[in-house]
């Protein structure tokens, strides 16, 4: 199936994208809509039907589909989703295939996104890496031979439940101190615990004195502003993801690094921290292999991973 055009959706917590991209990676057109408030599963389907409708099926060999939640792709049961509670074990890409009437292929998002990092963006050429989403959670994927490696079932990639604090903050998971609750935008209060009073009051009271309106956005603000307590937020932010990234390199041997997500724009404010975090718990061997770049595709990665997926089907 590797001619011809294909259709890229990558569903959201709160919005879709939808492109038609050509065989050789050119998104010719993208949509974007907000979910409506009918979230269940067949309502979604619904509803990116009509947005595909609008921009047509001609010469569209297949469709290839990102959900955040867990996803099986083989059988293409979405099991539960976070941000679609009423989603459980929806035979999504059935229900896709029979709307749409075209072949779908459907994985996590985030796996989505590495497979369209490595078709079109950073890590384009790379047989080997890994993909790690920073946004309101922390998602990524695992490249290896130049495919997704989808494990038993496909729960694979789930890079922001790996611990890095086995005391710590609980987490959407179920369980403690997950990458996730310290670098996503729903850990910027876990990461504001880590600073000391005086340091947390600071940011708190930059931003109305309320904690839930502390942005990843307003925290690089602040620091490029000269903001020490921000500073420092984005060290313990940092040596986080460094933790984390020399565990994921210990246990892999994968030494090229892919950050995305919209908290990777912050890259200035802690990439040196993460970096040497992460140095001091590898081997000098590893460290010395070990790149770490920052994903170009921004909000086309997920359609051109799904588009990727579609077109090695
Ligand atoms: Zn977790």
Redesign the pocket.
């Known amino acids: 199936m590797g001619e011809g055009l294909a259709l890229g959706i990558d569903i959201g917590a709160t919005n879709f994208r939808l492109g038609l991209v050509s065989s050789d990676g050119v998104v010719l057109e993208r949509r974007m809509e907000g979910v409506g408030r009918d979230r269940s599963a067949r309502g979604i389907v619904s509803q990116v039907e009509r947005c595909a409708a609008a921009v047509g099926y001609n010469g569209v060999v297949g469709v290839g589909i990102g959900v955040p939640g867990i996803v099986d792709p083989s059988c293409g049961v979405v099991y539960r989703s976070p941000h679609y509670p009423k989603w459980l074990n929806e035979p999504v890409k059935e229900m896709f295939e029979d709307t749409l009437g075209l072949p779908v292929v459907l994985d996590n998002d985030a796996n989505m996104a590495a497979s369209g990092e490595g078709w079109r963006g950073a890590a384009s050429g790379m047989d080997n890496f890994i993909m790690i989403t920073l946004g309101t959670g922390v998602g990524g994927g695992i490249v290896c031979g130049g495919r997704l490696f989808r494990g038993e079932k496909g729960f694979t990639g789930e890079i922001?439940?790996m611990v890095v604090d086995f005391d710590g903050p609980s987490?959407?998971?179920?369980?403690r101190g997950?990458l996730?609750?310290y670098t996503s935008a729903s850990g910027i209060p876990n990461i504001l615990g880590r600073l000391g009073e005086g340091d947390r009051r600071r940011i708190i009271d930059a931003a109305g004195g309320d904690v839930s309106s502390v942005t990843p956005r307003l925290l690089y603000e602040l620091a490029k502003g000269g903001d020490p307590s921000s500073s420092l937020a984005w060290r313990w932010f940092g040596r986080y993801l460094g933790v984390g990234i020399a565990s994921l390199v210990n246990v892999t041997g994968i030494f090229n690094i892919v950050i995305g997500g919209g908290i990777s724009r912050a890259w200035d404010c802690f990439i040196s921290h993460l970096e040497d975090e992460m140095k001091k718990r590898l081997y000098k061997e590893s460290a010395s292999f070990v790149r770490i770049v920052q994903a170009s595709l921004l909000d086309d990665a997920g359609i051109l991973g799904g588009a990727n997926e579609v077109f090695k089907s």
Do not use: K, M, N
């Open positions: 922001g439940h987490c959407a998971c179920g369980g997950c996730e609750t």
